[in-house]
């Protein structure tokens, strides 16, 4: 076969796929850009290179403190779930004999299968005023009154950090069974004891298997709808919530569409920072 | 079932590197022949181009008198075994072999009596219903070069056949596939880097270097007589010196050998370790070497491995393989010679 | 001591609080009283009888299986073919096509949906099943495409060739021998595609109107606040999940070991 015909015929494959991302993802993602630069007057849109959405994310204390918050609530669960998971999957990668590991890891995230809006209102059971955890603090009495648990931010980070532990238990439990044993043989042969061997050699070996799951927490929590809304209330409120409110009550896609490109931006900011230790390649 | 092959003037470059260059080799219908060469050398382009995978930028292909340079590796009648056999993972051995039957339309029934036949003729009948994953590395390449013979090609290439098995291995199915071939009687184009290999399985030789042949014979000759100083150290072991071509004769440090040499001047003279032995067990007319001192020497089975300085020439360290009796000690002295066939003669470069 | 105490007591913390809201699900899922808050009352199949009994109920859940279905045979074909096509034929700026089909991965799905949404209001397209499937074809193309392209690996190429060699048409080389070959692939993207279609919400909120999948009628339901019936048709979501991943599990991975 010629070069010619290997390439038209590697076009034919690969066609079907690249016009569906184009149709069904670019044009809307560049019309929804094009939208955020239009402007609504009274009801009508209108077109062309106008600054106003943005002009008004800078004016309106509300649309800013979303950001705000937004990017806290997005920071703080990014780092705790890191944190909370490492110990998790380092248990599963070096203290349960390799036959039991896969069995201990699909037990370990078997609730991240649970449909997404299932799992916020089930968090929702367990802080609710009533739910399970004030019931039993109040049984061994550690409290007097129910805490208010739920519809705060900590309910929302909880529920995100539920979630994305489990996520990066997976990911980072793959960083480290496929670092070879002999690393931490050697370390400990050449005399580092457990902490110097985790601080000295493994640490760095999975720190770009870390970091890419981190940047994917930050992309998926900053960007989710759900959780937020069903813990969190409406005490506070996150980018993909106003963009909601934006979308229900006023129909004003335009401003929309602005905050959708800031999330867009907050986003590729966190790709630069991080992008020195990201091996998305390796997803 | 079998068809004769002729490469005329094949030249292929990727980017930069010339891969071949101006190749021209005639194969006759059943006949064996091994592309032999170091890693890089084109032999496996070579074979890509025999094959239909590689249209070359220059020349012509014919098989069987017919020109194959462009026609696609489907509709030639070649077939091609793979250095990782490229067996089907899914597939039973038989459903393997039968690939090509079914592929060609053949019926059910009749394919399957046919891939049982070749599985049977490379020993395997028995697992016929086994997946390759079940096999070893040797029975793996016995089902790739049945599932290849089943479509009964004019011409078999063979890409590496035996380089992932063991040596012992190897050897063992060398032997098997030159019978193989004996039985079919198709061409068969074997590419190996394992020169071993190749002297026990060709009825000719062709060696590359750099996209280029070094040489093209029987596999004594290419032995003995190698056509160029490449592939003289290729083949295997060999000790170099210097001579002189003078007079239509070839001066050698221990006297002049009476035979017309490669040019006049400086030469390059090589004589294989084998070929040098003592002189009471040497033919009549062969090249004195005469009293030589043992440096060092070892046993090794089929041999003794000696290093030695003939007095002749102090300045040359000779390696000779001795025969098979106690290793001399070393300062003994012994009085060698070498056959004059065995020396090899090229122009000196440089 | 500390080595297999601390261990053993960070690990049982970590999986109560993992199960812990799956476990307060299920439990008052069974709970024989209006309220799903301790104390526990039943066991009862009351809410799931409710549940099984509510037609808005069991359409959405019939929606949101027929949506994953398709929108996951759509996805893994298309994914495919991509992968076929950019591993297996020279293509011209391969990295550029490779990072377009990928790209979809790196932007929430509110983006994603509202995206969509935007441009089937501007071309007058009615929102309905077909357009939220759409939608999780587009999540899941890229997903299915670096699962499948990740795994076409060299010894494949080959087999490919041998296929060729033996006579095999493109049509028969790709479904006789790459797609057997690649079939844990290709099933792993397909149960993926699957549950992430099944439990997906925002694109369906935003891209669907009076027939809905099931996560957008939980969240409707979710309005009127705590209830043994949101237990129930969570617990079954969940069951639907975890037997598909048990699944999975067993006819993918185990088969590959």
Redesign the interface.
């Known amino acids: 076969m010629t070069a010619r015909a290997d390439t038209i015929r590697g076009w034919g494959f690969a066609a079907p796929a690249l016009v569906w991302t184009a149709a069904f993802f670019v044009v809307p993602f560049v019309v929804m850009a094009a939208m955020s630069l239009a402007t609504l007057d009274g009801r009508t849109l209108i077109w062309g290179l106008h600054p106003d959405n943005y002009l008004e994310l800078a004016s309106k204390a509300y649309l800013a403190r979303a950001i705000v918050v937004s990017l806290e609530i997005t920071l703080t669960v990014t780092v705790v779930s890191v944190m909370l998971a490492y110990p998790l999957a380092w248990i599963i990668a070096f203290r349960i004999p390799p036959r039991w590991q896969r069995l201990a890891l699909l037990l370990a995230i078997l609730p991240f299968w649970t449909s997404y809006v299932v799992r916020s209102y089930a968090w929702l059971l367990v802080l609710a005023r009533d739910g399970v955890v004030n019931q039993a603090l109040l049984g061994i009495g550690l409290i007097d009154e129910p805490l208010t648990l739920a519809n705060t931010r900590f309910a929302t980070v909880t529920g995100f950090v539920h979630f994305f532990v489990m996520l990066l238990t997976l990911t980072i439990y793959a960083n480290l069974v496929q670092l070879s044993p002999n690393y931490r043989k050697a370390a400990a042969d050449l005399g580092a004891n457990a902490f110097q061997t985790f601080r000295h050699v493994v640490l760095p070996l999975t720190l770009p298997g870390i970091m890419t799951g981190a940047f994917l927490t930050f992309v998926l929590c900053i960007g989710d709808y759900i959780t937020p809304q069903i813990l969190g209330g409406n005490t506070e409120l996150t980018v993909p919530q106003v963009i909601m409110v934006q979308l229900g009550r006023r129909a004003d896609f335009p401003l929309a569409s602005a905050l959708a490109v800031v999330l867009m931006g907050l986003v590729t900011l966190a790709y630069l920072v991080m992008s020195r230790w990201l091996r998305l390649d390796r997803l | 079932m079998t068809a004769p092959v002729t490469l005329e003037r094949i030249g292929h470059s990727f980017g930069s590197l010339r891969a071949l260059d101006d190749i021209t080799l005639d194969i006759a219908a059943g006949e064996y022949i091994t592309l032999l060469g170091p890693s890089g050398c084109g032999k496996t382009t070579l074979l890509s181009v025999l ?3 590689l ?1 070359p930028d220059a020349g012509r292909v014919l098989i069987g008198g017919e020109d194959m340079t462009r026609v ?3 509709r030639r009648p ?3 075994t ?3 056999y ?6 039973t051995l038989r459903d393997n072999v039968a ?2 039957l079914r ?2 339309g053949v019926g059910r029934r009749d394919r399957r009596a046919r891939a049982d036949q070749k599985l049977d003729m490379v020993g395997l009948l028995a697992q016929a219903d086994a997946h390759p994953h079940a096999l070893s590395g040797g029975q793996r390449q016995r089902v790739a070069l049945a ?2 013979l089943a ?1 009964e090609p004019d011409v078999l290439l063979l890409d590496e056949p035996l380089g992932a098995l063991d040596l012992k291995l190897r050897r063992a199915m060398q032997d098997e596939l030159k019978a193989i071939q004996r039985e079919v009687g198709t061409t068969f184009v074997h590419v190996t880097h394992d020169q071993e290999e190749a002297l026990a399985i060709a009825d000719r030789i062709v060696v590359m270097n750099a996209g280029r042949i070094e040489d093209a014979g029987a596999p004594a000759r290419i032995y003995r007589q190698p056509a160029s100083l490449f592939a003289a150290e290729f083949m295997g072991e060999t000790n170099r010196f210097s001579g002189r071509g003078t007079g239509g004769r070839i001066e050698t440090p221990f006297g002049a050998v009476d035979r017309p040499p490669p040019a006049e001047g400086p030469l390059t003279l090589c004589l294989r370790p084998e070929a040098v032995r003592p002189r009471e067990a040497a033919a009549q007319g062969s090249l004195a070497i005469g009293p030589s001192r043992v440096r060092d020497a070892a046993f090794f089975g089929t041999h003794c491995r000696a290093h030695l300085t003939p007095d002749a020439a102090p300045d040359l360290l000779l390696v000779a393989h001795l025969p098979a009796v106690d290793p001399p000690a070393p300062g003994a002295v012994l009085d060698l010679a070498a056959e004059t066939a065995d020396l090899a003669a090229f122009a000196a470069t440089g | 001591m500390t080595r297999t105490l601390l261990p053993l007591v960070y690990g049982s913390a970590a999986f109560v609080f993992i199960y812990l809201p799956v476990a307060a699900l299920v439990l008052f899922s069974f709970q024989d009283g209006t309220l799903p808050v301790p104390p526990f009352e039943g066991p009862s199949l009351r809410w799931y009888a409710d549940v099984l009994a509510d037609d808005d109920l069991t359409a959405a859940l019939l929606n949101s299986l027929g949506v994953a279905l398709l929108s996951a045979s759509v996805a893994v074909t298309l994914g495919f073919t991509a992968a076929y096509g950019l591993a297996r034929h020279r293509l011209p700026g391969t990295a550029l096509l490779r990072a377009l089909l990928i790209a979809p991965l790196t932007v929430s799905y509110l983006i994603v949906g509202l995206g969509l949404l935007i441009v089937l209001q501007r071309i007058g397209i009615g929102l309905s099943l077909w357009t939220a499937g759409i939608g999780h074809v587009v999540i899941n193309l890229p997903l299915c495409f670096a699962i499948i392209y990740a795994s076409m690996g060299a010894q494949n190429v080959n087999a490919e060739r041998a296929a060729r060699d033996l006579g095999a048409r493109e049509a028969q080389v790709v479904l006789l021998v790459t797609v057997p070959m690649l079939a844990p692939a290709i099933l792993a993207a397909f149960f993926l595609s699957i549950t992430l279609s099944w439990d997906e919400f925002i694109i369906a909120f935003l891209l669907t109107r009076f027939d809905v999948t099931l996560p957008v009628e939980i969240w409707s339901m979710l309005r009127s606040g705590l209830s043994p019936r949101l237990n129930a048709i969570g617990s079954l979501v969940f069951l639907v999940s975890v037997t598909a991943v048990i699944l999975l599990e067993l006819v993918v991975f185990r088969r590959r070991s």
């Open positions: 094959g239909g995978f249209t696609p590796a489907v070649t077939a091609t793979f250095q990782d490229a067996l089907f993972p899914h597939m690939f090509g592929m060609a599932r290849a479509v």
